[in-house]
């Protein structure tokens, strides 16, 4: 098994990795896939001794189809600290989508609630604040700002790019925010009102953890970004820029 993934940043605490997609982070289930777990072990003698198995330092998750920057803390003392930043809110995480539509505003926030889909157990669902169904156990707030970067056509339909600050932190939230919007992530299998997808060499949806921000155990500002991977940098080259009005 090959160290194949590219690393941001490295210091004595902390590692930061851009992960591919498909890889799977981690999986509490057996599975014959290889996760990124899987690859830590192999290449890195300190990933075993960090946390519990099978996340171990790993502090925060992405979906298997979406790629961009992971952390990984190398002694216990950087994973509690840097997990308790996440549940505080003080890490400012950005990512960029491409959406099916035109949004029409060009920035604005998505606020509703989510909880576990029950025609679907798969699937997240976004409910209004104040539905009836707001009330029912497991649905948490969740939050999410957006600013649109470009529009694009192909000679089938437009395409919105977007970037996305999640305020929280909620399960396949930025997929359900847009989803919830009427404008899904181009290529999500799951979210996508079962419309055929018009991107042919789209193998996957396409969001990309581009950004964060954080501060390290020594309460200093560390900033980290990752570029669009080749594939999704194919999909707008092959697409036409059209302007927003």
């Excluded at 581009?210 to 999704?232: G, M, N, Q, W």
Aim: charged content about 35%; aromatic content about 8%.
């Amino acid at each position: 098994m090959k160290m194949d993934l590219k690393i941001i940043y490295q210091d004595k605490n902390l590692l930061v990795i851009e992960k591919p997609a498909p890889l799977i982070v981690f999986s509490e289930t057996k599975t014959k896939q290889k996760t990124l777990s899987d690859i830590l072990l192999k290449n890195f003698n300190w990933f075993k001794n960090v946390g519990k198995p099978p996340r171990h330092g790993i502090i925060h998750r992405l979906d298997k189809e979406t790629s961009g920057i992971v952390l990984i803390a190398k002694n216990k003392k950087t994973l509690d600290f840097l997990q308790n930043q996440f549940k505080e809110k003080k890490v400012i995480k950005k990512y960029i989508a491409l959406t099916i539509g035109k949004i029409r505003q060009k920035k604005g926030e998505i606020e509703t609630l989510i909880g576990r889909d029950l025609k679907n157990r798969k699937k997240q669902k976004a409910f209004l604040i104040h539905s009836p169904d707001s009330k029912k156990k497991g649905k948490r707030k969740a939050k999410t700002y957006y600013k649109v970067l470009r529009l694009y056509s192909n000679k089938k339909q437009k395409f919105t790019l977007l970037e996305l600050i999640p305020e929280t932190g909620r399960k396949h939230q930025i997929r359900v925010h847009l989803s919830f919007l009427g404008h899904p992530i181009a290529g999500d299998k799951i979210y996508s009102f079962k419309q055929k997808n018009n991107l042919r060499n789209l193998k996957r949806q396409f969001l990309h953890a581009s950004y964060l921000k954080i501060r390290d155990v020594y309460e200093k500002e560390k900033e980290f970004t990752s570029e669009l991977p080749s594939d999704l940098k194919n999909i707008i080259k092959s697409l036409k820029q059209i302007s927003y009005d």
